[in-house]
Structure formats: structure tokens, C-alpha cells
């Protein structure tokens, strides 16, 4: 009746913003994140590409070249990157998405 049809109305409203604001949030979250990952790896790729003698230098008196090295503290800055998403995800998104389920749960 009419005070269902408000009451679906009010829900819908309320569903829509939450999206909008997921929306919203997985964009901070997530663009600055895919920027933070495709910058360095293409890089990495690039000077590899074009210039592979740089990367081939090794450091010091050492059998370790300067590509290993930096390839190395690549993936640990991608695990951190990973690991800043997570802990992102689980502040950020995890709350509207939890809003989310308990609005149309209702």
C-alpha cells in the first residue's frame, strides 16, 4: 500500500547513495593504487626496453646488478602496495558495503 511504497521509495533513495558513495570511495582508494603499481612497472620495463645496459651495471665489487636490485625492491614495493589496499579496503569500502547488505537486508 501506501506506506509500503514510501517506505521502498525511502530504501531505494537510501541504496542509491550508498552506491554512489562505494562508488566514490573505491575510486580513492583504488586509482591512486593502480597509479602506484603500473608507474614503476613500466619504468622498470621501459629502461629493460630501451636502455638495458643501465640495469646491467653491477653494484660495487658484487655479482648483483643494478636490475636485480631495483627489480627486487619493485615487488616488495608492489607487496606494499598490496598491503595498503587491503588494510584501505577493510576501513574504507568494507563499512558501506556492510551498510549496504543491512539496507537491502531490510
Same mark, same amino acid.
Do not use: C, W
Given at each position: 500500500?501506501?506506506?509500503?511504497?514510501?517506505?521502498? &521509495?525511502?530504501? *531505494?533513495?537510501?541504496?542509491?547513495? =550508498? %552506491? @554512489?558513495? #562505494?562508488q566514490k570511495a573505491r575510486r580513492e582508494v583504488v586509482l591512486p593504487l593502480i597509479t602506484l603499481t603500473v608507474a614503476p612497472y613500466f619504468g622498470f &620495463?621501459?629502461? *629493460?626496453?630501451?636502455?638495458?645496459? =643501465? %640495469? @646491467?651495471? #653491477?653494484?660495487?665489487?658484487?655479482?648483483?646488478?643494478?636490475?636485480?636490485?631495483?627489480?627486487?625492491?619493485?615487488?616488495?614495493?608492489?607487496?606494499?602496495?598490496?598491503?595498503?589496499?587491503?588494510?584501505?579496503?577493510?576501513?574504507?569500502?568494507?563499512?558501506?558495503?556492510?551498510?549496504?547488505?543491512?539496507?537491502?537486508?531490510?
Amino acid at each position: 500500500s501506501k506506506e509500503t511504497l514510501s517506505v521502498s &521509495i525511502a530504501s *531505494i533513495k537510501k541504496i542509491k547513495k =550508498l %552506491f @554512489s558513495d #562505494l562508488q566514490k570511495a573505491r575510486r580513492e582508494v583504488v586509482l591512486p593504487l593502480i597509479t602506484l603499481t603500473v608507474a614503476p612497472y613500466f619504468g622498470f &620495463i621501459g629502461v *629493460i626496453a630501451f636502455n638495458p645496459n =643501465l %640495469f @646491467s651495471k #653491477l653494484v660495487g665489487s658484487g655479482s648483483l646488478s643494478i636490475g636485480i636490485i631495483l627489480g627486487f625492491i619493485l615487488i616488495l614495493h608492489i607487496f606494499l602496495v598490496t598491503l595498503t589496499y587491503s588494510y584501505l579496503a577493510n576501513k574504507k569500502l568494507e563499512p558501506i558495503i556492510r551498510k549496504l547488505i543491512k539496507t537491502q537486508s531490510m
